[in-house]
T-cell receptor, first 114, second 111 residues
Framework: DTGVSQDPRHKITKRGQNVTFRCDPISEHNRLYWYRQTLGQGPEFLTYFQNEAQLEKSRLLSDRFSAERPKGSFSTLEIQRTEQGDSAMYLC????????????FGPGTRLTVT | QKEVEQDPGPLSVPEGAIVSLNCTYSNSAFQYFMWYRQYSRKGPELLMYTYSSGNKEDGRFTAQVDKSSKYISLFIRDSQPSDSATYLCAMTIDSWGKFQFGAGTQVVVTP
């Protein structure tokens, strides 16, 4: 399967702990996006990368959140000092870069903060 | 008021019926329009995308865009129980594709 993959698929953590998620985009895609989705809502944009450069961050992405994409391949999203409000599905998407509106999503990482 | 409005449903239809979904938006700068299907606890799956006003057809799916009315639609013909899912509209202003999603419409196709 050459689609977008995310790991882990589900993470349960206690409030105050740090968590890290990984996304592996489609191999030839140079743009990578992170979204957050809560129940009954559509995905909300968090940040995106063009190769290894992080080009925009939403105001939703507080200082507790950090994302990286070393070498322009996989990406990680870290949440420090998790709060219950961080409970959501974290989705990663990638696109080729030329046809930007064709974003392909991974299965998501469901985070539950207890 | 949200930039993209979408009826949350649920929309229940009998198998074989036409499913009609729509989104309205307020920002006239939106240029690209997409429809995604999302099954429960899965990531969104791209169904269709359009750029200009008018109709685009792909198999059982037809997407319509009316930029003058800021209104987009998705029609699903000959609906099947496997079409039961949440349908999300998405749109973007910039060529780099920062998507603005609707909240999604839950569709239930009953056998």
């Amino acid at each position: 399967d050459t689609g977008v993959s995310q790991d882990p698929r589900h993470k349960i953590t206690k409030r105050g702990q740090n968590v890290t998620f990984r996304c592996d985009p489609i191999s030839e895609h140079n743009r990578l996006y992170w979204y957050r989705q809560t129940l009954g809502q559509g995905p909300e944009f968090l940040t995106y990368f063009q190769n290894e450069a992080q080009l925009e961050k939403s105001r939703l992405l507080s200082d507790r959140f950090s994302a990286e994409r070393p070498k322009g391949s996989f990406s990680t999203l870290e949440i420090q000092r998790t709060e219950q409000g961080d409970s959501a599905m974290y989705l990663c998407a990638s696109s080729l870069g030329r046809w930007d509106y064709e974003q392909y999503f991974g299965p998501g990482t469901r985070l539950t903060v207890t | 008021q949200k930039e993209v409005e979408q009826d949350p449903g649920p929309l229940s239809v009998p198998e074989g019926a036409i499913v009609s979904l729509n989104c309205t938006y307020s920002n006239s700068a939106f240029q690209y329009f997409m429809w995604y299907r999302q099954y429960s606890r899965k990531g969104p799956e791209l169904l269709m995308y359009t750029y200009s006003s008018g109709n685009k057809e792909d198999g059982r799916f037809t997407a319509q865009v009316d930029k003058s009315s800021k209104y987009i639609s998705l029609f699903i013909r000959d609906s099947q129980p496997s079409d039961s899912a949440t349908y999300l509209c998405a749109m973007t202003i910039d060529s780099w594709g920062k998507f603005q999603f609707g909240a999604g419409t839950q569709v239930v196709v009953t056998p």
